[in-house]
Each structure stands twice: as C-alpha cells, then as structure tokens.
C-alpha cells in the first residue's frame, strides 16, 4: 500500500511529548512568536467530520509513517492535542470557528446570521474564500455567496476541489488571506491515500453499508472505521501538497498556517447516531485536530491546554497582534483565561441539554479510545490489515499451502467481481474492498471469512446483517500492493474449525 511506503522515505525527527495527553497543569506554555512586521499571509483550512485522535500512534505523538505531514506541521508550529469542538453538527460548527461566537438556534449559516467574523481582521488583504457547507464570507468579498448543499458537495471530486482551492495560493503584491472548509474526511469513505477510489461507482457496493442500519454490528464498525484511516492517509497527503505549495512559492515562512475541523465522529456500536455529542461520545466527536503554524515560527511546541474551536478565531487574531472588532465569546489560547481551564462543556445539537466533564476524565476516555485503534489497526508500517476479524494468523499465507475442505455449504457472490478483471490504476480505481453477500445459510448466523487475492490470504473478516435484511453479507478491505494490473484472482472462503478453508465465492 502506497501510504505504508512512505515509511521508507520518512526520517524520524522530533519527538512531540512523552505521555499520552497529559493533562493540562496549570503552566503557561510559552508565548506566541512575535508580530512579524510584514503582514503576513494566512492560510485557513477546515476539515469535516475528524476526530483528532485517529492521527496518533504509539506514545501520544501522530503518527510519522501513515501522516508524515501532520507531524511536519507540528514539528514547524503549535499543536493543541487537547483541542475540542464547541459544537457537533457542521452548519454550526464551522461558522462558530469563522467567527468566536456561541451556536443559537436562531442563526443561520450564511453571512447575514455571522456579520462580524474572522474576515473583518483582512481589510486590504487579497481575501480567498471556500465553503462546502455554509456561506459566511461576506458579501464584499464573495459577491452572490450562497449555502451550498452538503449531499451535492460529498461526492468525488472533493479532492479535486480542495486541489483547486489550493492552486489559488500564490505570492501577491498584497498578503492573502485563504480559507477553505473541505467535506473531508467525512464520509462515504471512498478514497485511498494516493487519491484513487476504493471502488467503482458513487455509492457503497452493498447499500447501508454505513449506516445506521449497520450500527449494531462491530465487525462492521471495524471495517468502515478502517475505511476512514485510509481516507485520512488521503487527507494527510493533501495536506502535503498545501504544504508543498508554500514553500515552493517562497511563502512557507511569512505565512500563518491554520489547520483544525468542525467535529470528529464516535466509532462506536449500538448507537443511532454517530455524531451527535452524548456523554458516551465525547471521547471521539469532541476531540478535533488543530494546528496553527506562526508567521517565522521553525519550531515545534506542543500546547496541553484545552482549546475549543471556538477560540480559534481569538488566537488567529492574537498571533496577528490584532484587536477583534467585536466581542467574541473564545479566547486566544495563549490567553490566562484558557490556560485555567479544567472542564469542557458542549451543548447538544437541539439545546436541550449540555455535556459537560472534566479534562482529566475526558482524557482518560480518550486514552482508550486510542489504545482499541492501535490494537486493531496498528501504527505505523505494521498491523493496519491484519487486526480486523478472526483467525489473523491466516493473513499472509498461501491457500495453496492451507488445509482446505471443498465447496461451503452457503453460495456466495461477490458486488461488481467485473473490478478484478481488469484492474488499471490509472483509472483512478483500485478495487480494494471486497464484497459481497452469501445464501443457503440458517437465518442469521454469520460465519467467518478469508479473502485471497492471487492466492494468498489478504483479509479475514466476519459476516453481518443490516437490520431489516435478512441477507447475510460480507466486506474486506485487501491491501493496495495485493492486486496487481490487469487479470486478478478474488476468492472467498468459509472459515471451519482449525481454520480450514472451503471456497464459498470467486470471481
């Protein structure tokens, strides 16, 4: 796979911190960068929908190999590793990080419902501005600016578009100021990290995949959270080449970089909804990653308090030695009064109720939350395939060289086996997750499973049920490096006891 490779080109560097985020104690951490005297320009980018957590690897620090350019990012400025989101739905979320002021039930997320907002800090910068979910630019700079729709923006061109935002960066007579609110990493979860598709077509190959009517079953938590790592590894990349752009346009140092999201989201089982906040949920949708790199800032500094998305705005303005126009509800995080903080308090999506509960537990929770992802998926090089399902042992080895016992007693078929075919990486389509669905088997029992690819086992796995489906499906995902181009060999096969092999589909 294309993002485990990277690895051999990333030198270990700086080690960000010791423990898994410690605690906030109390100690200031140390000052902003001084003003530069030349404006600098500013560069803020939104993400959707990403828990912080998931960019982390083993000791509390991200993850080097699978998300190189996060941790370059902080190596160069500050990373807020106990940040927080002040909201958990993004009509709301993303114009509380635009503008510092609190959700109401009343605001709409357009320009109208947020007159006073971060832009008001760029008179006289060039002022460049995207968003997928809402339409807070002003008029003055976005004539005609309107809400777009969400549905319509999570297709997949989303790289693309994020791309071409990107492409609108470059040195002026005058500093710019860009910000870009992205539909990434937010689901479907579609992409691999070198940018191609995981599968043809625009919608899930077995319907419902990610869905609520799949949120009972763990395997299958298991395998769309593995989805989204793998769209994070995309994520990362972009990140790479805003990064890329930067320094080679000669604007890397005098430019102040900005990168957080509106919300993360709960991989957990037996809930109706994922991403509303909940006292069981906190540990995942309220972390958010945020980073912010200072104008002629070069080092690295790891920053424990707790910081909500809704003091960005505040400490944009104070690294810029600016006064905000207008009173904001954030604060700087540089400022006394976030360094005291103790607690974190969101308010549920429909106001009627708050979630409120102290740093060091929430810390607690989120410790094991990271801990379960690195037993299942790894770090680093290792384990990213082989943690999912049972009989693990089986991934890597041959069938040719296993115990194998016929025919299954269920008949399988596999979601679009055309994939397999014919594979052309050029097409922008590598077929790694495979699917399918089984018949003959007694009402609802699953079975375990062992997906080869040119015969070798790449996948175990279990099979599942949709609620009101009485099919008994399966899903794996098999590494990029596994399909070759051109003609592969899919094959499908029950798991009996001492782990033996009968052939239940093939394409």
Request: net charge positive; with cysteine.
């Amino acid at each position: 796979m294309k993002l485990l490779a990277l690895a051999t080109f990333v030198a270990i560097a700086v080690v960000l911190g010791t423990l898994v985020m410690p605690s906030s104690d109390g100690r200031g951490p140390e000052p902003a960068p001084a003003p530069a005297k030349k404006r600098p320009n500013v560069v803020v980018l939104i993400f959707d929908e990403f828990p912080g957590d998931a960019l982390l690897g083993r000791g509390g620090r991200i993850d080097r190999v699978r998300y190189p350019n996060f941790a370059a990012l902080a190596d160069d400025g500050y990373w807020f590793r106990n940040a927080w989101s002040s909201y958990d739905s993004t009509p709301k979320a993303v114009p509380l990080i635009m503008d510092g002021m609190r959700p109401n039930t009343t605001r709409r997320s357009d320009a109208k419902g947020h007159p006073r907002t971060l832009f008001d800090l760029f008179a006289g910068y060039r002022v460049h501005s995207s968003e997928e979910a809402t339409a807070i630019c002003p008029p003055r700079y976005c004539p005609g600016n309107k809400r777009p729709g969400i549905v319509a923006n999570l297709g997949a061109d989303r790289p693309k578009r994020l791309e071409a935002f990107f492409r609108t960066i470059k040195p002026g007579r005058r500093p710019g100021f860009w910000l870009k609110h992205t539909l990434l990493p937010h689901n479907p979860y579609r992409f691999l990290p070198d940018g191609s598709q995981s599968s043809a077509g625009g919608a899930d190959p077995i319907r419902g995949l990610n869905r609520p009517a799949g949120f009972h079953d763990e395997f299958l938590t298991r395998h769309n959270e593995q989805r989204f790592l793998l769209q994070l590894g995309l994520v990362d990349r972009l990140l790479g080449k805003l990064l890329a752009r930067l320094r080679r346009n000669g604007m890397y140092d005098n430019t102040m970089i900005v990168v957080t999201a509106d919300h993360g989201f709960a991989w957990l089982t037996d809930v109706p909804d994922r991403r509303r906040i909940r006292p069981a949920t906190v540990a995942e949708i309220a972390p958010v990653p945020f980073f912010v790199k200072a104008p002629r800032q070069r080092r690295g500094v790891v920053n424990d308090s707790y910081v909500a998305t809704l003091d960005v705005t505040p400490t944009i303005a104070d690294l810029l030695n600016r006064r905000l126009p207008y009173r904001a509800d954030g604060r700087s995080a540089f400022s006394r009064a976030v360094r005291k903080r103790r607690a974190l308090s969101i308010p549920a999506r429909d106001f009627d109720f708050t979630v409120r509960i102290s740093g060091r537990e929430w810390e607690r929770r989120r410790q094991a939350v990271v801990a379960r992802r690195l037993r299942m998926f790894g770090a680093g090089e290792t384990g990213f395939y082989s943690g999912i399902g049972p009989n693990r042992d089986l991934v890597g080895q041959m069938v040719a060289e296993l115990r194998t016992a016929g025919a299954a007693a269920v008949r399988g078929a596999l979601v679009r086996p055309a994939a397999w075919r014919n594979v052309r990486r050029a097409s922008g389509v590598v077929p790694v997750q495979v699917t399918g669905s089984f018949r003959g088997g007694r009402r609802g029992a699953t079975r375990a499973i062992a997906v080869a690819v040119n015969g070798r086992i790449e996948a175990v796995g279990r099979t599942f049920y949709l609620r009101g489906d009485p099919v008994e499906h399966f899903a794996a995902m098999v590494p990029e490096a596994s399909l070759r181009e051109g003609r592969n060999d899919v094959q499908v096969f029950e798991v009996g006891r001492g782990a033996s092999l009968r052939l239940a589909a093939q394409d």
